[in-house]
């Protein structure tokens, strides 16, 4: 496969294809492959590197996406080419935990139009090396802004909303911080909720009402279940400014927001 050809799969993917190719055109055979990895301290196994291939796989944890910034480098192609391809990680029942989030703060405004605007901060501590990305999980309807600290990677949606990965400048070591902010619009609604994916030390949620017009009334909500609506779990105060706030400490994995009542 000639360069060009190489580069347009390489944008528009999939993982597997772009990995065929870019193997194809460097002309390694996947034991050679499989060697050149092994001389630079990576133990994939021949069988993974097979299936990455092959799409019947793909690399999740930490040590098989440090493996793939490997491959970056033996097959000569730019940083990131190949982990930029790589979906969120499928749900596959407890998560492993390579990332501690220790904060995850977010200010919604509601204005008079069609959409709300939210501004998100996360800080985010390694439980492992290697790891370079964090996903975030987003009402129905969100798009995506803007970023700070990071760079979007690839999109999903899980049948409950969408999946943002957000990946770091650099792999992080154990115990390295990064903090990652991000902008999303988010279709009008009554309430706004977030899905957490993994547990938060302390979760913070802001509505701002704006454009003169406030609430009558406005809840917190909580479902521990991602499929199951959220329930009221306590009525939030809408304060001299015109917002609301939740904060939790310790927040498990589940969906909580805020709802509010218009006249």
Known sequence: MVDNELAEVLRSGPFERALRAAIRARGLS???LHSRL?????HVSLSSLSYWQRGRS???????LAAVRELEGILSLPEYALIGLLGPPRPRGRRPETLTVLSHHEQ?????????????????????PGVDRYVVAHPPGTRLLRTEGCRPGRGDDDGTGPLTELIFPHPLAPGETQVVEYVTAVAAADRYDRRLLDPVEQHLVQVRFTGGRLPVRCFHTW?????????DSGEL???AFGAAHL?????????????????
């Open 237 to 239: 105060r809408v304060d």
């Open 108 to 128: 919604v405004v509601v204005g008079a139009g069609r959409r709300h605007r939210v501004s998100a901060r996360a800080v985010l501590r390694a439980a492992a």
């Open 223 to 231: 479902s521990p279940d991602a499929s199951a609506p959220p329930g």
């Open 247 to 263: 904060v939790d400490t310790g927040a498990r994995p589940g969906v909580r927001g805020i709802r509010w009542e218009w006249d």
């Open 38 to 42: 092994r001389e630079r301290g990576v």
């Open 30 to 32: 996947l034991d050679r």
């Open 58 to 64: 793909r690399p999740e944890r930490a040590a098989s």
